[in-house]
């Protein structure tokens, strides 16, 4: 059973950048694949980025696509989210999650682990 715990968030102004980690225990961190989705007030969670267990995969949703990278480090336990040129839309709580497959999925029903959520604010 892998646990995530994301980290990283905070107060940033418009343009700015942020770098969020999520730290996985358990076993099979690296045989699955890892995904961000992020929740803004009042709206449902979305898909923001995915990492195939070796990374060589990943995807992006358009509205994050050249200004978001994921990564992961398998020896660490740890994949990430550097945010750049951040913008107001992109306030969220962001979540990290995990599911039991090495390919990547935009579908968040296809993740069965979730991190708690770590707040992004991007003031204008």
């Known amino acids: 059973q892998v646990q995530l715990v994301e980290s990283g968030g905070g107060l940033v102004q418009a343009g700015g950048s942020l770098r969020l980690s999520c730290a996985a225990s358990g076993r099979t961190f690296s045989s699955s694949a890892m995904g961000w989705f992020r929740q803004a007030p009042g709206q449902e969670r979305e898909f923001v980025a995915a990492i195939s267990w070796r990374g060589g995969t990943t995807a992006y949703a358009d509205s994050v696509k050249g200004r978001f990278t994921i990564s992961r480090d398998n020896a660490k336990n740890t994949v990430f989210l550097e945010m750049n040129t951040l913008k107001p839309e992109d306030t969220a709580v962001y979540y990290c999650?995990?599911?039991?497959?090495?390919?990547?999925?935009?579908?968040?029903?296809?993740?069965?682990?979730w991190g708690q959520g770590t707040q992004v604010t991007v003031s204008s």
């Open positions: 999650a995990s599911r039991l497959s090495p390919a990547i999925s935009i579908d968040s029903g296809n993740y069965g682990i």
